[in-house]
């Protein structure tokens, strides 16, 4: 019998009928659309990576990994890696909800303490996305010069209300982002450690913690922001504040 070189073969379902014949299988490759990007996929994905990690480690690369997409492609929608950044950092910032004016600055300033404590809860890289590489963001200090704004009409100008605007910045954003993991380090099981130190240390540690595990994370915020303004209320009352006009 002499050797044919078989006909071409011009159905792909013939050709898997042929294959399976002679015991060989074969994945199907999926066929479909490519995934589409757009300006609003592109932040949804850079949001996630941000949630993932720190932002000094954030990378055009890694969000188009995340979108199954080349990292050529982004470029079409945001040129550079801060372009991203910042439109990242305006729709999480977006959704700030500033607080009624109110004919008392103090309890405007607790309000506008409180929505800034709901904006966090819901965005945790909020932090994260008020400041990067060395810069203030945008979108943070569209959020933040209202309450700057407030503060100034009560009196300050000038080295006096650069110090305000200091301390109320530190003072509100450090209290606050400590409480947003202060529940979960309360909890007993942060404290597996304690084996380490001294056994009269091992028992005063355990009780506090039990007291630790009761506080309520309300309450402990209210009082910060109380003393907060407090604190606001003593820099525009004491004459002699450590500040000097024109110089550090």
Do not use: C
């Amino acid at each position: 019998m002499h050797w044919r070189e078989p006909k071409r073969l011009r159905s792909n379902r013939h050709w898997g009928s042929v294959l399976e014949e002679n015991g060989i299988t074969i994945q199907a490759r999926r066929r479909g659309r490519p995934r589409r990007l757009s300006r609003e996929a592109i932040v949804n994905a850079a949001l996630a990576v941000l949630s993932e990690g720190d932002v000094k480690d954030f990378t055009m690369a890694r969000v188009a990994s995340r979108l199954s997409a080349g990292v050529m492609s982004l470029y079409s929608y945001f040129p550079t890696r801060d372009a991203m950044l910042s439109a990242v950092a305006e729709n999480v910032f977006g959704r700030f909800e500033p607080p009624a004016p109110q004919e008392n600055w103090r309890n405007e300033i607790r309000e506008w303490l409180w929505a800034t404590v709901r904006l966090f809860d819901a965005y945790p890289v909020a932090l994260q996305l008020s400041a990067w590489d060395g810069q203030v963001g945008a979108a943070w200090l569209r959020t933040w010069l209202p309450v700057v704004k407030l503060i100034k009409r009560q009196g300050l100008e000038g080295a006096r209300l650069a110090f305000a605007t200091s301390w109320f910045s530190n003072a509100s954003l450090g209290f606050i982002t400590s409480q947003m993991n202060a529940a979960h380090l309360r909890r007993l099981e942060s404290i597996k450690n304690i084996g380490l130190l001294e056994r009269s240390e091992q028992l005063f540690i355990t009780d506090l913690w039990f007291d630790l595990t009761e506080i309520d994370r309300r309450q402990v915020l209210e009082f910060g922001f109380d003393m907060i303004v407090k604190g606001l209320e003593a820099i525009m009352t004491t004459p002699d504040l450590p500040i000097h006009e024109g110089g550090a």
